[in-house]
């Protein structure tokens, strides 16, 4: 798990009671759940080997063993509870009698206290008393349950922990020293982002590995990872032991460049009230992106997270559902950041030769990117996605402040589609900016069709759909193709009604389940399960198959 540090000193038991004026649910977490520690003791074996003994002040004891592998990234820890009794500077541990801990200092029959240490003899203890077993520490300094390592809020890996771990303790002890609102907050943020993982193969397979509304098992079962709504989730519940107020958010999200002029990826984030204000976290992008995505000001947030409901923009005018499809999409590049009003707001821009930006405000920096515009687009293979790769290129501009205050960029524009990214004042604004007008950019992929490449096949059929276009269709479909073209030759009014308004993007390809069908297999009738290859264009997809000569579209949807 990441972030783990090699523990130099101790784990402790779960808090007393007393710590926070609370009943303790699980009593197995000690002894006596009412009592008191009277004395705690540490020693270090090197790196690998922490031990902790607890002496409670009803005469029961914890001895805590951690053993640290994969080079103090993760630890095994054994743990014993027992009686004790000590007579002037004698101590001695009654054991359990099906005891599984090994430790040359727990299984010594005698030890010896003196000042500020354990001894294995009265003599050492008397003139040797650089020779202590265990060193006495702060009894403050180990108010933390055994199963989190204080040194940087995370919990201990072993099989206990998911079975003790008590949520509102966790939260408590994690929170204990904060006394603002916020503070208390970015304490749980900060265990968060240092305890669990993005589960990625999770994302991609649809499998997560854990329940993702199961706290315990994100936090402290054998994997600790999850995805959006695990994350929000586990935020949400720390929060609420905490005292804080904080709820879920559902939604759509927008993940980069390659999202304009669509609705976006099923995404969960939160709302939590500080100081009586509502503000927005999207802690799962701040785990893998960054803080910019704690407290992010609606404005700007409203271009990335499309939550359902409309109240949940924190907005005192909502952006519609078809304005955020349509919106550039737009990266906040440091924390709190303030918005500009801008234009344009439609994120697919038609030019001529020159891009004009404008932001209705003074600027101090500009910085203006440029990538290949195969970023648009979905490559596929036969072994499913393949990620694009992009390089961003410098693009010269010109800027200009007029008489009303207002900054006006100017970006020349020399490919057919270009992939731009403005950044401004630490903000970071993305377009896909078409050299011409629609009609031309639909010609260019009519002119740019090869069969064996299925971006550009399918390119090549949308822009002839959206042209209506049936006699270049006709050539790269077949003039006989019933699912394009109706009794009279024509383009289907079905098909062009679902594509007439493309934007010449492709939103996605993937790989999906038929229903079981039944197949003559050996003179029986077997039900097989077969799969089909989609690719996307807006909220409809193409079936297709891949052949000798390229690829075949077998049905629209």
Known sequence: MKNLKILIFIFASSL???????????????????????????????????????????????????????????????REVGRFTLNGSRLKLIKPTKS??????????????SGKGVYSSLLKSIFQKNKFLMLERKKTEFDFPFYIDPSNHTIVNNKEAVKKIDLKDLAINITKN????????????????????YDYPGYYSGTYTNNQGDSKSILAGKNRIAVCAGYVHVFEELCLYAGLSCREVTGLAKNSISDISHYGKPHAWN???????????????????????LNVNPELMIYTHFPNKLADQLLAHPMGKDDFNNAPYINPEIRIQAFNSFSPTSGVVFADSLFQFIVHSKVTKIEINEANPE?????????????????????????????????????????????????????????????????????????????????????????????????????????????????????????????????????????????????????DWVYVVEFENRIYAGKYYFVFDKVDDGYAITSVK
């Open 178 to 197: 904060k006394t603002t609102e916020r503070d208390k907050m970015m304490a749980i943020i900060n265990f968060i982002k240092n305890s669990i993982e």
């Open 271 to 293: 709302i939590v009230k500080i100081d009586g204000k509502e503000e927005l976290y999207d802690l799962t992008w701040a785990d893998i992106c960054g803080d910019k995505w």
């Open 16 to 78: 007393t009671s007393a710590a926070f004026g609370q009943k303790i649910k699980d009593t197995s977490l000690w002894i006596n759940p009412s009592s008191k520690i009277q004395a705690v003791f540490s020693s270090q074996n090197g790196t690998q080997r922490t031990e902790i003994l607890k002496l409670y002040r009803d005469n029961s004891y914890e001895f805590l063993v951690y053993v640290y592998i994969n080079s103090g990234n993760t630890s095994r820890m054994t």
């Open 375 to 523: 970023i648009f687009d979905i490559v596929y293979s036969d072994e499913g996605y393949k990620k694009q790769n992009y390089i961003l290129t410098p693009v010269v501009f010109t800027s200009k402040q007029n008489k009303n205050g207002e900054t006006i960029i100017t970006i020349p524009i020399k490919k057919a589609v270009s992939a731009i990214y403005i950044s401004i004042d630490g903000c970071e604004y993305c377009y896909k900016v078409i050299n011409g007008d629609r009609e031309t950019i639909l010609k260019i992929f009519q002119g740019e069709v090869k069969r064996q490449i299925l971006e550009s096949y399918i390119k090549g059929v949308l822009a002839s759909i959206a042209l209506n276009d049936a006699a270049e269709l006709k050539k790269l479909v077949g003039a006989d193709n019933v699912i394009f073209f109706d009794k009279k030759s024509k383009i289907n009014k079905e098909v062009i009604n679902k594509f007439k308004n493309w934007d010449g993007n492709l939103s996605g390809w993937k790989r999906d389940i038929r229903s079981p069908r039944l197949k003559e297999i050996a003179g």
């Open 100 to 113: 599984n801990l090994r430790s040359a200092n727990y299984l010594d029959s005698y030890t010896f206290i």
